[in-house]
T-cell receptor, first 111, second 113 residues
Framework: DGGITQSPKYLFRKEGQNVTLSCEQN?????MYWYRQDPGQGLRLIYY???????QKGDIAEGYSVSREKKESFPLTVTSAQKNPTAFYLC??????????FGSGTRLTVV | AQSVTQPDIHITVSEGASLELRCNYS??????LFWYVQSPGQGLQLLLK??????LVQGIKGFEAEFKRSQSSFNLRKPSVHWSDAAEYFC???????????FGIGTKLQVIP
């Protein structure tokens, strides 16, 4: 079945460490997105990519980086510059007019 | 820029009762409108969407939503709620095409026996 796979489901980061969250889709969607979800704040857009080798900053890109070397993959790196990274991270993909398909999320915790 | 308001953060309904979740948007033209549902610790699932045409749209799990241009609203409804409907519901707005989607802050639904 087609879908989006996010891994790992849980991730723990030490202070000053970079971590990478994986997002893979087999839906042949052009566009992919990363959102951060915090209680009471809804979903906030971190980065998005509409085609391979191109991506744009969202509303809260500081402290994050992405790459889009393949259509199927859109990994997110949470860098040490992100001072409050504890959150639930959601990856999504879309084909215009069909809405988003979301992965099951990665919960990142700073230890 | 578009915005989405979900005025109810928490709603509690009895099982079997009807449900209406409110969503208002702010945008110059008619945007694309969506409702998503999220179970705890999971991603979001698309319930239904409106692009144009019939203002009453049917979705999965027995949900429907009505677009009212005059009120800039896109309220979600279900005639009889089941315990499994307990989840968080998000309204979303997209201006059109590959443009940034704006999500509301969500409404958490609790279903009591």
């Amino acid at each position: 079945d087609g879908g989006i796979t996010q891994s790992p489901k849980y991730l723990f980061r030490k202070e000053g460490q970079n971590v990478t969250l994986s997002c893979e889709q087999n839906l042949n969607h052009d566009a992919m997105y990363w959102y951060r979800q915090d209680p009471g704040q809804g979903l906030r857009l971190i980065y998005y990519s509409q085609i391979v080798n191109d991506f744009q900053k969202g509303d809260i890109a500081e402290g994050y980086s992405v790459s889009r070397e393949k259509k199927e993959s859109f990994p997110l790196t949470v860098t040490s510059a992100q001072k409050n990274p504890t959150a639930f991270y959601l990856c999504a993909s879309s084909y215009t007019l069909y809405g988003y398909t979301f992965g099951s999320g990665t919960r990142l915790t700073v230890v | 820029a578009q915005s989405v308001t979900q005025p109810d953060i928490h709603i509690t309904v009895s099982e079997g009762a009807s449900l209406e979740l409110r969503c208002n948007y702010s945008y110059g033209a008619t945007p694309y409108l969506f409702w998503y549902v999220q179970s705890p610790g999971q991603g979001l699932q698309l319930l239904l969407k409106y692009f144009s045409g019939d203002t009453l749209v049917q979705g999965i799990k027995g949900f429907e939503a009505e677009f009212k241009r005059s009120q800039s609203s896109f309220n979600l409804r279900k005639p009889s709620v089941h315990w499994s409907d307990a989840a968080e519901y998000f309204c979303a707005v997209e201006p059109g095409g590959y443009q940034k989607v704006t999500f509301g802050i969500g409404t958490k639904l609790q279903v009591i026996p």
